[in-house]
Each structure stands twice: as C-alpha cells, then as structure tokens.
C-alpha cells in the first residue's frame, strides 16, 4: 500500500473534487466519521459545515485542509468493509482517529484507492501538527496495515499510483455542468498526468476538453503581473462566459506552478520522443492525406492537434500521445515533423507544389538520355564581314540609335 498526504487551504475544494466524482459515477463515499449521522443521511451542506466549523475554531492557522489518498496494488480486490477498516486503522496511526472524516472510493484508475478528506483542527482549536508526518507516522501505520491485512509491501513491489483518467473526462459544455468544479477536475488530471513544457502544448490538451489557458495580451496587468486564468471555449475554441482565476481554484494551477512542471517535463519527457517519431513515421507510410493521418494516429493513441490563427492559416503541430502521457511540438522532435514539412510529404496542398518523385518520372530510352539537345553557339563574324556587311554593322545597337544614324545619312545624301 502507499500512502499521500496532501495538506492545503480550501476544504470546498477537496470537497467537491471528491462529490463530482461521486456524481459522475466515478466514486462513491463509502463511510463518515464523526458526522453523527450515516453517510447517507448527509447533505453536501453537512459535509463542509462539519469540517469548516472546525477550522474557523483557529484563525491563525494557515493549513487546514489534510486529504488523504492510500493506493493498493493491481493485483488486490478488497471488499468495502476491508477498505473501510483499514482507512479507520490509518487515521488512528497516523493521529486523526478523532477527527471527522469521509471515505472515498474512487474507480477512475486500474487499482483500487481511497480518499480520505479532514481537517487538522480539533475540536478545542487546537492545530494537529503535520511537520515530518509521513516520514514520523505515516510510514509506521503503513507497514502495521500491511502486515495486518496482508497487503502488498510498498517496499517490495511498487504499486501503480493513481494514474490519469483522461478517458472518463468529457469536454466542459457550458451551462450544463457546474463550470468551476468540471475545469477543476479537468485541469488537475491534465496538470499532474502529462509531460508538457509550455502553455501552447498545455492549451493542446485543453482544449480537446473545451478549456483554454489565457494570459492575456503583453500590455494586460494580468501578463505583467504573471497572472493566468481559464476560459470555457466552445468546439471552435471561441471563449465562453467568465474566466476563472488559477489561483481561485483548488488545485491552483498558476504560472508559478505550471512553470515548475515545465521544468520537470523537460526532463521526464526526453526518453519518450523516439517513440513518438516512430508512430508518427508509420502513420506516414500509409497516410494519404491529412484526415487519414489523423486517423492513422489515433489508433496509435496520438492526437495531432493542429495549430491555426484567426484567418485559418495552420502555423504548427502539436502531438498527444495519449499512452505515454507526453506532449511534443512538432517542431521539437525535428524540422521533418514541422507543419510545413509534414505537410509537403503528405502533398496535401496539390499536386502542382509537389516535386514527383525519381520513381513517378517518366522512364526514358538511352538514346533519350544521351540526345540531349545542343546549344548553338553564336556565329563568328570576321572584321571583313562587318566590313562588307552594313546590317553586320548595327548589330547590338539599339533600334532608336540605328534609326538616329540612318536619317543622318539621308540628310546627308539630300544635300
């Protein structure tokens, strides 16, 4: 089993990350303590009141919020009562066994795994300290759980850490879905899941959910001041209603922050290009076109999205590869795989652009090749020929000075 805490600020937000899950059938809560009431007799109210009660009972603390995720291996199944025993036995160990708490169930990812959401704020105001509480008590009621019940030791065979759910996700449609929650679980799985290292390429998996990444314009105080915001867009990429500030929602997924991950993606991203050239390379043998490549690609789990300005002049190519979670401009995997050299290997602009290969020439004889046509070279004219020629005389001599010379003459003779 392996163990994350995560503490932060905002009790709605690791509330309703957790309650749109359950709403969309991708987890369920499986038990509450603390509450005074079954899990089913809760309102959403009752839930955030309970906790947030408790956290404004000290104002000087910043961290309020503790949410929990325990992972298990692919290879375990276990039961709903099991799932909830060993949550009760974690948060005894780890010193929260008072405190309320929910139990989630989430089924978003190929093994099971929980979420626990509570505070740090006990009923007395007082703060539970969190300082070193992986290393100090976490990882001693871990190995306990383990031994316990059987579990897979982490430190024998790691197991798969809850992975992106990219699949279970649909695009944001606006105004029929509560539009901060849905960009938030959205924007959390594409930030923490894919290997991005710039906001284009973020916008590239976004936007395949309706959502977009603005900075505003280079004279706005939002970009001097490295603000950033999210947009609904509509299938066009065209904005909706009003954005949303990074730093307003739960994750907080600010320039700050996406700067950090684009550092690290930079790294992590590397041993990955190879494999994606190669499945761009096959699409390419049998691509016929644009569209056909698209598909081509698709099969592969590679999602070309193709960058286009105002007036639909495509400008470059974005790759997502789906499988390995990595995100590549065409451009960084090499000039061959650019929009404009892409694009000329498919011949998708006409076949008057395109040079014809040596095998579409048409096949010549060996007299054909070796008749090629000679250049005549200019005559040699002698001085006596210039001489006794009178036209040989004007030649090279533009046609208004010939013309000059020869009424000179007739004026001449007249005389």
């Not at 609904?232 to 907080?252: C, E, F, L, R």
């Not at 190879?274 to 049998?286: F, H, R, W």
């Amino acid at each position: 089993m392996v163990a994350k805490i995560e503490s932060g600020k905002s009790l709605s937000g690791a509330l309703y990350y957790n309650e749109n899950k359950v709403a969309s059938n991708n987890a369920e809560l499986l038990e509450v303590r603390g509450y005074g009431k079954d899990c089913s007799d809760l309102t959403l109210q009752d839930k955030l009141l309970r906790l947030t009660d408790l956290a404004s009972r000290n104002h000087l603390a910043k961290t309020n919020t503790v949410h929990i995720s325990l992972n298990f291996d692919v290879s375990e199944t276990l039961d709903k009562e099991q799932l909830i025993a060993i949550s009760d036995d974690y948060m005894d160990g780890i010193g929260f066994g008072n405190q309320p708490y929910l139990i989630y169930q989430h089924f978003d990812a190929g093994h099971q795994h929980l979420h626990i959401l509570t505070t740090n704020i006990e009923n007395t105001g007082k703060r539970i300290e969190l300082h070193n509480i992986g290393r100090d008590r976490s990882e001693t009621a871990r190995r306990a759980i383990e031994a316990k019940f059987g579990l897979v030791k982490a430190d024998q065979k790691k197991p798969i850490l809850e992975a992106s759910n990219i699949s279970n996700l649909k695009p944001l449609d606006y105004g029929k879905v509560p539009t901060k929650r849905a960009m938030t679980n959205i924007v959390n799985e594409v930030t923490r899941s894919y290997k991005f290292t710039s906001l284009a390429e973020l916008n590239a998996i976004l936007g395949l959910f309706n959502i977009n990444a603005d900075r505003g314009s280079k004279e706005s105080v939002m970009f001097q001041n490295n603000g950033l915001r999210y947009w609904v867009t509509d299938h066009n990429g065209k904005k909706q209603g009003v954005p949303i500030k990074a730093s307003s929602m739960y994750i907080k997924p600010t320039l700050k922050l996406l700067e950090e991950r684009f550092r690290l993606n930079d790294y992590l991203r590397k041993p990955l290009k190879e494999t994606v050239k190669a499945k761009i390379n096959e699409g390419l043998k049998n691509a016929a076109d644009k569209e056909s490549l698209i598909l081509l690609l698709a099969k592969m789990q590679v999602q070309l999205v193709i960058r286009q300005n105002s007036e639909g002049r495509i400008y470059g190519l974005t790759f997502v590869d789906h499988q390995q979670k990595a995100v590549f401009n065409g451009s960084d995997l090499g000039k061959e795989y650019s929009a404009a050299m892409l694009f000329q290997r498919l011949a998708i602009s006409g076949p008057e652009s395109v040079q014809p290969s040596k095998s579409q020439q048409p096949v010549r004889s060996l007299e054909q090749r070796t008749a090629q046509p000679v250049e005549q070279s200019p005559k040699s004219v002698s001085l006596i020929d210039l001489l006794l020629n009178p036209q040989g005389q004007d030649a090279g001599i533009p046609t208004q000075l010939i013309q000059q010379k020869r009424r000179k003459k007739r004026k001449k003779l007249n005389l």
